[in-house]
């Protein structure tokens, strides 16, 4: 099992920019695939982005263009950078990973391992 802890969730103005960093304890941490979903409130949770072992990103719709995965397999951390942000970014996001190198999609079914969550709020 691999532990999760989110970070850098806040309050911003919509149009402005977050990082979210997700730092991971595992071995041989490329071969995890991971993952950034979010849950906004009465909402079910949404797939954001998917990251394989080897760099290959997948990405949800209403996201593209305006976010970036990213990982350092050295520090065993991914980030989730997100620009124009829109008052309907507006969740709670969790960082998860699944001991599989490639992403298989972007369901919450695809991942066994969650972190605790990070606020993100955009206002107008």
């Known amino acids: 099992q691999v532990q999760l802890v989110e970070s850098g969730g806040d309050s911003v103005q919509a149009g402005g920019s977050l990082r979210l960093t997700c730092a991971a304890s595992?071995?041989?941490?490329?071969?995890?695939?991971l993952a950034w979903f979010r849950q906004a409130p009465g909402k079910e949770r949404e797939g954001v982005a998917c990251?394989?072992?080897?760099?290959?990103?997948v990405y949800g719709e209403p996201v593209k263009g305006r976010f970036t995965v990213s990982r350092d397999n050295a520090k065993n951390t991914m980030y989730l950078k997100m620009n124009s942000l829109k008052p309907e970014d507006t969740a709670s996001y969790y960082c998860?990973?699944?001991?599989?190198?490639?992403?298989?999609?972007?369901?919450?079914?695809?991942?066994?391992?969650w972190g605790q969550g990070t606020q993100v709020t955009v206002s107008s």
């Open positions: 990251i394989s072992g080897y760099g290959d990103t």
């Open positions: 595992a071995y041989n941490y490329y071969m995890y695939s």
């Open positions: 998860a990973a699944e001991r599989r190198p490639y992403c298989r999609g972007i369901r919450p079914s695809d991942f066994g391992d």
